[in-house]
């Protein structure tokens, strides 16, 4: 959301922008009360495949990038992080959290298909929102975390770098 809120302000300092794995809409009305949030390591890694019973999917996520990813997140937020990213995120599901119109400058909307926090309805008429030269790319399968996931990093990467050379 701040990529885009700074594109929306500041068009001229931008050539392109990435919206990767963007929360275009509000994930449910939920009271956030706290300044903070507790952190745990289930918290930490929601973001990463499951198989069907529960446990982390190691044939998508590596894990000593699970492990990495966890760590780096637990060093810096530690038991506590901010609930300000929280906040916003906690609306009703009509909410536009992105302004999607706003931006003025061609924009890459990528993200998997399989992300459980994108209302891909929206997701999917963001290019007729956007300014021209945007796209929307979905890789299939993939979910929040594409650009780590074992079987879509390569095609994250290469979609991506795509749509920056075309831009340049």
Not at 35 to 46: E, G, L, M, Y
């Amino acid at each position: 959301m701040t990529a885009s809120r700074y594109a929306a302000v500041h068009p001229e300092r931008l050539r392109h922008i990435v919206l990767y794995a963007p929360i275009l809409s509000g994930l449910g009305a939920k009271p956030v009360t706290e300044p903070f949030n507790h952190n745990n390591w289930i918290h930490r890694n929601s973001d990463f495949q499951l198989t069907s019973s529960g446990d982390y999917d190691f044939s998508i996520v590596d894990p000593q990038v699970l492990h990495f990813m966890s760590s780096q997140s637990w060093r810096y937020d530690g038991e506590f992080s901010p609930n300000g990213g929280r906040r916003d995120l906690l609306v009703a599901p009509e909410v536009e959290l992105i302004q999607l119109r706003t931006i003025k400058t061609p924009t890459l909307v990528i993200a998997g298909d399989h992300d459980p926090y994108l209302d891909y309805a929206r997701l999917k008429t963001a290019p007729a929102q956007l300014p021209a030269g945007s796209r929307l790319e979905l890789i299939p399968s993939a979910a929040h975390m594409l650009m780590v996931e074992k079987p879509f990093y390569h095609d994250f990467l290469s979609r991506l770098l795509s749509f920056l050379n075309h831009e340049l």
